[in-house]
């Protein structure tokens, strides 16, 4: 992530935003009260507390690849402590991410949380397959992607840096998810002309 995105993603307008995405997401997929939940690409942590204030979860595992983020996440999360384990490491390997703490292992959680980080990841679906990997059956995934549309749009493409090659559109990335054992709800939501994609699926 270049300094330009970095700055934004710790700013007051994401966390607004967040909370919209969280009121989205909570609309289509529900709480996840008393749950046990990953989270790819913390960031500054912001999404981890509506995790637990908002989803109601019980406990969050998070990483993050960027030491610096998990810094801030873990200063924004001073007080969940007990409840928040951070990890420096990649969404495609949680085993290795979380291992400090020994969890990460196969069909261990009941929700796994994407804000807007796996278009950043090149080998994208390898990311979805681990998010398949640690979903207990019937859990839930809670995805909200900026998709190959808006990557093209100029605007990001001066101001941001992002992997160029094989990104998803909103169906493509829809048309993943089975292949993973995901079921996409049929009310997943794009936003402005297919720039955003939000929506929940289940682990089969
Ligand atoms: C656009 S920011 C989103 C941060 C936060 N989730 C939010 O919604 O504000 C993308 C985040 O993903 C992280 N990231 C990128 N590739 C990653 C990977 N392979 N594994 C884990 N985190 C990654 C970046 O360091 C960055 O913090």
Wanted: with cysteine; net charge positive.
């Amino acid at each position: 992530m270049n300094r330009i995105e970095s700055m934004l993603v710790n700013s007051p307008p994401r966390r607004w935003l967040q909370r919209y995405e969280a009121r989205e997401l909570i609309n289509l997929g529900g709480r996840v009260p008393g749950g046990l939940v990953a989270e790819l690409g913390c960031g500054p942590g912001y999404g981890t507390r509506l995790i637990l204030d908002r989803f109601g979860a019980a406990h969050v595992d998070a990483v993050d690849l960027d030491p610096a983020m998990i810094a801030r996440a873990r200063k924004r999360l001073a007080r969940h402590t007990g409840r928040v384990h951070l990890a420096q490491g990649s969404a495609t390997d949680l085993r290795t991410g979380f291992a400090p703490f020994g969890s990460g292992q196969d069909a261990s959680y009941d929700a796994v949380f994407d804000f807007a980080i796996i278009h950043h990841i090149p080998n994208w679906r390898d990311a979805l397959a681990e998010v398949a990997r640690v979903l207990k059956p019937g859990g839930r995934f809670y995805f909200d992607e900026v998709t190959a549309t808006a990557l093209a749009r100029p605007t990001y493409q001066r101001l941001f840096d992002h992997p160029t090659d094989n990104r998803f559109t909103a169906g493509e990335f829809l048309a993943e998810l089975p292949r993973h054992g995901l079921t996409a709800s049929e009310s997943w939501r794009t936003h402005i002309g297919g720039d955003y994609l939000l929506g929940v699926a289940t682990r089969t």
